[in-house]
């Protein structure tokens, strides 16, 4: 009887430590199943082992609950009209591509990056009204302060806006502002995300801004016909900003679409990061590196100043 | 005691003398701030394209006078009903030799940092061919035999087929304009490169018949290393969505100033290592994003539950999100295997087949290979440094700094580069 035990207790260890090296590599079976956090004791291991040896599609690892980190949820805005959505994409794309690119070439013959990114100045200076309106709206009265610093500054020194002095010589950073950012600041969700034509992206929330950032927008009281929807002297200088933008753009704008399997999704991630961005710049009224908890000294030899 | 003496200054005179074979150090670049490996890794981003070949007035005067602008994008069809595979290909007015460059995981052929190394090569006078890497949505699509790419073996094979196409297709139209061949590829697209000199090297009459063959920054254990990426991106599971909006925001901020050439490089980079972390493997989980759709569109292998049709696809890529590259391997690459095997899979039996010590043999013994890695490259660990070193011997440089390749935009390192990658002078 006692020998009957010893060798069914060799046995067992010989088993045992047979067993182990069968499941020691950090792929077998049992390392395997205990990634899985829904394996809490020896019972259902037993059970996921015969789902394993029976090659059902429980034998795959898939992904449990989403992650808190994934991008493109936690920067998701509602598509319900992602049709037409994809239509304006490839509409828009091919009036970049066959009219506003030539057209581009063109212009950047005439005029020299410098001076180009000197209209594109000038074209931000000259927007201070709808600033100014906004951040009153937006009660940050110190920024209303810093836009007018800015807009005297810029427009006298900087000659008429061409030259950004306000930033880099008394560190009064720019700040893009609107009525969609109001909008948003007032706590009004985004709506959903609408591709307008020529214009791009933007969401029902920011659209319905753009009406009021027209009405603020300097360039649509110009005589002769001021608020008049086709004034041929605003379009006619619209056009011109949009063709200066355009061309200091379209490296990076070629080199994403060229690069990208979904050009659309991109860009949408894009545009709502970058939302996403200039709203946080707004509620922490912060624009630089330091203000977001960097002492180090060097990090200011990287921000000379600007928005993106 | 004189003839002691005499002994002792004569023994240190052979040390001395051989000390660079006998205690081979790293290459030691110089102004190179010491940071921490994974955030010096985030200076590959001041590796972009310099455009020295325009003036400045050409450069004010026309929108696209940049070193990209100047190659041609080819297109070549390379498997029967898929769509032609797209590459870049700068070549010299004379005949030169041409480097062909694999770029790292997900890289498309477009990508900066590859186009800056093509420029380099190319203002040394070679001409250059770009071709996406094997884990780009658009080799994928256009040249991967394979269902699921991430076993090497078949990647290699798979970049190979393509190579020996294009680059017959190019002797064909440009003639004597190609001389020799020869082979570059940085981080995967350096395991791809050695993989495919194991190939050459036993199958000399299939083969285009590199001269030299230069793998910077290879991988050596490729679930290792992609493991490292995924735990990159995780970093991020506990931040708020306002600290990931800050972490991007920075990053973005500082690329923008970085083309702006409004840094200072030999200056400390202002990033944590979680932040560098993050940044780092966010740019490779967007590229698994979109090569997870392309397998999708190809294949359903059934882990992706989301419909998706032309006009809606964001649940598709909602979905698609929740993916690490260690899921990937335990979902879709696992599955085609197994169905292709018809054999249990196991993950550690194919990453050793996929690594760096399965073609130890050719490693050793192959004269024209080169390879540059980091000391504190964070895709190896520390013993893996030693077998490159045992194996490779003096065919092997390792850098002191950079992390994984942020050392390219360093001077320094870029004529190591030009150095081995020059063939000797034919006799």
Redesign the interface.
């Known amino acids: 009887m006692t020998q009957a035990v010893k060798l069914i207790l060799i046995l067992f260890t010989i088993l045992s430590v047979s067993f182990v090296p069968i499941f020691a590599?950090?792929?077998?079976v049992v390392s395997h199943f205990r990634l899985r956090s829904d394996i809490k004791n020896e019972t259902t291991l037993t059970e996921n082992i015969g789902v394993f040896f029976k090659?059902s599609?429980n034998?795959?690892?898939?992904?449990e609950k989403?992650?808190?980190?994934?991008?493109?949820?936690?920067y998701?805005v509602n598509?319900p009209l992602?049709?037409y959505n994809?239509t304006m994409f490839a509409f828009n794309t091919a009036f970049t591509g066959c009219i506003l690119r030539p057209i581009?070439?063109i212009?950047?013959?005439v005029f020299?990056?410098?001076v180009r990114i000197g209209f594109a100045r000038m074209a931000a200076n000259i927007q201070l009204p709808n600033r100014f309106i906004n951040t009153i709206l937006q009660g940050r009265l110190e920024r209303t302060g810093i836009e007018l610093a800015r807009f005297g500054v810029n427009t006298t020194v900087g000659i008429l806006g061409f030259y950004d002095p306000a930033s880099s010589w008394m560190n009064l950073e720019a700040q893009s502002n609107s009525f969609g950012r109001t909008f948003e600041y007032w706590g009004i969700g985004p709506g959903c995300y609408v591709i307008l034509p020529v214009q791009g992206s933007t969401t029902l929330r920011d659209g319905l801004g753009l009406i009021l950032d027209w009405y603020s927008d300097p360039l649509t009281w110009i005589p002769p016909d001021p608020l008049a929807m086709f004034s041929p002297i605003r379009l006619g200088i619209k056009a011109f900003l949009k063709v200066n933008d355009m061309?200091l753009i379209?490296?990076d704008y070629v080199?994403i679409y060229?690069?990208?399997?979904?050009p659309y999704?991109t860009f949408k991630l894009i545009y709502t990061?970058f939302s996403?961005?200039e709203m946080?710049k707004i509620e922490n009224d912060k624009s630089s590196?330091k203000d977001?908890g960097?002492q180090?000294k060097?990090?200011l030899?990287?921000?000379?100043g600007g928005a993106? | 005691m004189k003839t002691k003496f005499f002994k002792i200054l004569i023994l240190l005179a052979i040390i001395m003398t051989f000390q660079s074979k006998l205690f081979a150090g790293p290459f030691n670049l110089v102004y190179y701030p010491a940071q921490d490996p994974i955030v010096n890794t985030l200076r590959s981003a001041l590796f972009y394209p310099g455009n020295k070949q325009f003036s400045f007035?050409h450069?004010?005067?026309?929108?696209?006078s940049?070193f990209?602008d100047q190659g041609f994008v080819y297109d070549i069809n390379i498997l029967k009903d898929r769509p032609s595979l797209s590459y870049k290909l700068w070549l010299q007015p004379k005949p030169a030799n041409l480097i062909t460059i694999i770029p790292g995981l997900g890289t498309?052929y477009?990508?900066?940092s590859l186009t800056a190394i093509a420029e380099v090569f190319y203002l040394q006078g070679y001409s250059v061919l770009a071709v996406s890497s094997v884990f780009n949505?658009?080799f994928y699509e256009s040249a991967s035999s394979t269902l699921t790419p991430g076993y090497t073996p078949v990647d290699s094979l798979d970049i190979y087929y393509a190579l020996t196409k294009i680059i017959n297709h190019l002797e064909k139209k440009y003639g004597n304009r190609i001389k020799d061949n020869i082979l570059v590829g940085y981080s995967l697209g350096g395991l791809h490169t050695l993989y495919i000199a194991n190939y050459e090297s036993k199958n000399k009459d299939l083969s285009i018949g590199f001269k030299r063959y230069l793998a910077l920054n290879p991988p050596v254990d490729m679930l290792y290393s992609l493991k490292k990426l995924d735990n990159f991106?995780?970093v991020?599971?506990?931040?708020t969505?306002?600290e990931?909006?800050?972490k991007?925001?920075?990053g973005?901020?500082?690329y923008?100033?970085i083309l702006d050439k409004?840094?200072?490089n030999t200056?400390?980079l202002?990033f944590t290592i979680n932040e560098a972390k993050y940044i780092i493997g966010?740019s490779f989980?967007?590229s698994l994003?979109?090569l997870l759709?392309?397998i999708h569109e190809r294949h359903n292998f059934?882990?992706l539950k989301a419909k998706s049709s032309?006009?809606?696809?964001?649940a598709l890529?909602?979905e698609?999100?929740?993916?690490?590259y260690y899921?990937y391997l335990?979902?879709f690459f696992?599955?085609n295997y197994?169905q292709k095997t018809g054999k249990?899979v196991?993950?550690?039996?194919y990453n050793k087949r996929s690594g760096l010590k399965a073609i130890e043999n050719t490693l050793k013994n192959n004269e024209k290979i080169r390879v540059i890695h980091t000391s504190n490259d964070f895709l190896l660990k520390d013993k893996d440094r030693e077998w490159l070193k045992s194996t490779l011997g003096d065919r092997i440089t390792f850098i002191n700094k950079g992390g994984h390749l942020g050392y390219l935009y360093n001077d320094q390192a870029l004529e190591l580069i030009c150095k081995d990658v020059k063939l000797p002078k034919k006799k």
């Open positions: 590599n950090e792929d077998s090659n599609p034998y795959y690892n898939l992904p989403p992650r808190p980190c994934n991008v493109l949820t936690l998701d598509d992602e049709a994809r581009g070439e212009f950047s013959c020299p990056e410098y061309t379209m490296e080199r060229d690069s990208s399997k979904d999704q990061m996403h961005m946080m590196f977001f960097y180090d060097e990090v030899l990287y921000d000379p993106i | 007035m450069k004010q005067f026309f929108m696209e940049n990209y498309n477009t990508g900066l949505w658009e991106y995780l991020a599971d506990s931040w969505k306002p990931i909006t800050k991007i925001y920075k973005m901020r500082f923008r100033k409004a840094t200072n200056a400390k202002p966010l989980h967007l994003v979109e759709a392309s059934g882990f032309w006009f809606s696809r964001n890529y909602k698609i999100d929740n993916y690490t899921d335990l979902t696992k599955k197994a249990k196991f993950l550690s039996e």
